[in-house]
């Protein structure tokens, strides 16, 4: 059960060049999100998805494009790297809260994270 | 929209003294509020979540956090430190579908 895995795990940039970042998950999960992480200000949604073909923005959804075309990968596109998404990148994934109803003791709610995508804009 | 405020960037404890870090949060209804631990170079790791009931909710490796909906806090503790508990925390609130909304972190240093 590998849980939720990032590729590339690094990666340096041109500015102006594209690049997709993937996230998988083999927990079935129907909730994923994708989160950037910049020091001092913790981290922030960009865009999330509440199942396979949905995509939704988050708070810092500009300059980036998201696809759910099946359950279990999420994917974050680039189209035009600039040197202000330099940052390191997490993807995450959940239960569907409604399934599991509001058990505190049911992984619905919880948010498993990736190991992170570290990303360079030169 | 909800937040997330933890008022201390840094704090530095000695090993085996206690630790407090603060998070104060804002939410319209009932929160469900996370702690989640971050090592060096690695993702994210939950420490300990509040849904309902008990106000004082345990986790793992030792931590423990008391929500106060007075206060609107959900302070993280831990009665003794250890070099291995050096890493930055992030306190959270679950938000409309189901997206979390992280504070800034804490970077706690341990002086051995």
């Known amino acids: 059960n590998a849980g939720v895995t990032q590729t590339p795990k690094f990666r340096v940039l041109k500015t102006g060049q594209s690049m997709t970042l993937l996230c998988a998950q083999d927990m079935n999960h129907e909730y994923m999100y994708w989160y950037r992480q910049d020091p001092g200000m913790g981290l922030r949604l960009i865009h999330y998805?509440?199942?396979?073909?949905?995509?939704a923005k988050g708070e810092v959804p500009d300059g980036y494009n998201v696809s759910r075309l099946k359950k279990q990968n999420f994917l974050l596109g680039l189209e035009s790297a600039a040197p202000s998404q330099t940052s390191v990148y997490f993807c995450?994934?959940?239960?569907?809260?409604?399934?599991?109803?509001?058990?505190?003791?049911?992984?619905?709610?919880?948010?498993?994270f990736g190991a992170g995508s570290r990303l360079t804009v030169l | 929209a909800q937040s997330v405020t933890q008022p201390d960037i840094h704090i530095t404890v000695s090993e085996g003294a206690s630790l407090e870090l603060r998070c104060n949060y804002s939410?319209?209804?009932?929160?469900?509020l996370f702690w989640y631990v971050q090592s060096p170079g690695q993702g994210l790791q939950l420490l300990l979540k509040y849904f309902s009931g008990d106000t004082l909710v345990q986790g793992i490796k030792g931590f423990e956090a008391e929500f106060k909906r007075s206060q609107s806090s959900f302070n993280l503790r831990k009665p003794s430190v250890h070099w291995s508990d050096a890493a930055e925390y992030f306190c959270a609130v679950r938000g409309p579908g189901n997206k979390l909304t992280f504070g800034t972190g804490t970077q706690l240093k341990v002086e051995l």
């Open positions: 998805s509440v199942g396979e073909g949905t995509t």
């Open positions: 995450a994934s959940t239960l569907t809260p409604g399934l599991a109803g509001n058990d505190p003791h049911s992984g619905a709610n919880v948010l498993t």
């Open positions: 939410y319209g209804a009932t929160p469900y």
